[in-house]
């Protein structure tokens, strides 16, 4: 594969700070370094001079942490995504913003090529790739983690070190890690071993449940038509939202999670998560729509949710059919507003009061005590009615059990 100018998806991390290099040498391209600020909390100008000094021709650093909550995040959660009961999908949820401004910058600078520092093994080869091809089918991707003869995090450590490139993975703490604003990942190294606990001293966005705080925090969220939109009462924007949601649940050890995946290319993967704003807003959501749903939308909604969440992990976010579900589900959305009250204490987030302006909850309907708008006896022929088909299942099965006889 010939290529003259490429744009790489770069962290500053040891798989990218190497694949600079080794594409120069490999390809003899010019390399237009890219990094994307979806609040990893690092010193992004640094990790620019990096590039720069790494071999990089350009280097680009975009702020997307307002487009990564409102286009990508909120949706997702308005679809209460969650992959196999568990994950919330921090990490697959930003490959899809990443490879789009990839895919912009590309097309500014003439690129005829895009890479990425993902695995032959992961998913995120598979997120970026189809990304790629989605809104640039004639783009030629390098994914040197497929084509270079390093097998293994030490062997890059090792050419690292050959060529000079600082790195901050260490034989002390080998796991990889990704951060944005909605979790942060860890897996590799010591992790691999799925009957190993993770090292305490390893967690960067919340304390240990034993930890915290002994008094419970009450705090309320602001939905409108199934976005959080306030956070006690002020108006935050997306971003600003969810980090001021990460601190507090994370100083109440909320949002960790310890979780053996099936990946899309057809392993198990063991990985560590926090996500504890992400884990707030799961609960917040289900509250608000426990009131404003009609129960036939909720129960069809739910019966989308594995195949929505498999869209997002797998990697389909600009397919056809991830674009339908979600009109479906924001159509459904529409007047999911109200005010949730929770309680954070030493890992739990329990919802203990809920409001709706539009709320489809009657306490005169629902009452234990006497009321005048339901007529209980009304309830003895629906109860026949739904039994009609158990009655005479039941008759055909005595019948057959006497033939047998």
């Known amino acids: 594969m010939k290529i003259k100018k490429a744009v790489m998806a770069y962290s500053g991390g040891l798989d990218t700070s190497v694949a600079v290099k080794w594409m120069k040498d490999t390809y003899g391209c010019e390399v237009i370094a890219y990094c994307a600020d979806l609040g990893q909390e690092e010193d992004l100008k640094a990790v620019k001079k990096k ?33 196999e009961g568990a994950y919330l999908m921090g990490t697959s949820i930003a490959r899809p913003l990443i490879a789009k401004k990839q895919i912009e910058i590309a097309k500014k600078e003439k690129a005829d090529a895009v890479a990425h520092g993902a695995t032959g093994k992961g998913n995120d080869q598979v997120r970026f790739e189809l990304s790629y ?32 490139i600082p790195v901050p993975v260490t034989k002390k703490k080998p796991y990889s890690t990704d951060r944005n604003l909605l979790h942060i990942s860890f897996e590799g190294g010591i992790l691999e071993d799925p009957w190993l606990e993770p090292p305490e001293d390893m967690f960067v966005m919340s304390v240990s449940p034993e930890k915290a705080p002994s008094k419970a925090t009450y705090i309320e969220i ?9 956070f006690n009462g002020r108006k935050l924007s997306p971003a600003k939202l969810l980090k001021q949601l990460n601190s507090i649940a994370g100083k109440n050890g909320i949002g960790r999670l310890d979780f053996v995946e099936n990946r899309f290319v057809g392993m198990k993967s063991r990985g560590v998560y926090e996500t504890p ?105 629906f109860i026949k009615l739904n039994a009609l088909r158990l009655k005479l299942n039941s008759k055909i099965k005595d019948k057959k059990s006497k033939i047998r006889k």
């Open 51 to 83: 590039a720069i000094r790494t071999g990089a021709s350009k280097a680009y650093v975009l702020d997307l942490k307002e487009e990564f909550v409102k286009e990508y995040v909120f949706p997702m959660l308005r679809a209460n995504a969650v992959y």
């Open 133 to 164: 091809y989605a809104l640039k089918p004639d783009i030629k991707v390098v994914a040197p983690w497929r084509d270079w003869e390093l097998d293994s995090r030490q062997s890059l450590i090792a050419y690292a070190r050959k060529n000079k």
């Open 222 to 230: 602001g939905y409108r038509d199934g976005n959080p939109v306030t």
């Open 277 to 381: 704003g992400g884990t707030v807003l799961q609960i917040a959501h289900r509250a608000v729509e426990s009131l404003t749903l009609d129960r036939e939308v909720v129960h069809l909604r739910d019966s989308l949710i594995p195949k929505y969440a498999e869209l997002v992990y797998y990697g389909f976010w600009f397919a056809p059919e991830r674009i339908a579900l979600q009109s479906l589900i924001d159509e459904a959305q529409n007047g999911v507003t109200g005010t949730v009250r929770l309680k954070l204490f030493k890992g739990n987030c329990i919802v203990v009061g809920r409001k709706a302006p539009k709320s489809l909850y009657n306490s005169e309907l629902a009452t234990f005590e006497a009321d005048r708008v339901y007529n209980q006896k009304d309830a003895e022929g």
